[in-house]
């Protein structure tokens, strides 16, 4: 089976851009949390708008949290960059060079990503064994999505949970937000490789933060 281990995510709150549009969201987030009682279709319904709105806004997210990463744990020179993180929710910025392409992963929990610059696109895989069979996985393409700046898709395991993301711009890196339950940069969660019908553990880490 896919190892679902987590590092403990922290006690209190730890903010690594200051930014009163970003924490005027995690408050607001924090609540809905809280009110939807770990229902995560409700978490999503709810939360959504005020993420479109965050998205909406410019200049929020710091220069150095939209830079590439080239020691990036996710290859091409993706930059993962935690901006929040506290035990019900962690924030972070996935920054893709032009024309690189993630692995297809996993991230093991509810999550919203959002476009806040330039393009992807996302192809979606659903897993057709049933995860019984060391180091084997069967996916199958069932979907494939052109992303613009505002788009918002929903990460609700197991749907919409394993997925490529390639940046489609020319010249400027394209950057996503992502509003996760759970460390994803801390978890060892998976990445698949179709054509060998393989799966392997990995953990992303983060750009600025163990
Ligand atoms: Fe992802």
Redo the contacts with the bound molecule.
Sequence with gaps: MPHTTALEPPETDQWFVDSPELSEFVTTAKEIIASTNRNHTETLNILEPYFAALLQKRDWLPEHFAQPNPESGLGGGIGQWLLYRSQELTIFS?VIPPNSI?PI?D?LSWGL?GLYQGKQEETVYRRLDNGELEGFAQLEIVGLYQVKRGDIYRLLPPDGDI?S?KATTVFTPSISI?VMGNDTGSILRNKYNPEQQSIQSFCSGYSNAP
């Design positions: 996935l993630t992963h991230h990503v997925h993301v992502h």
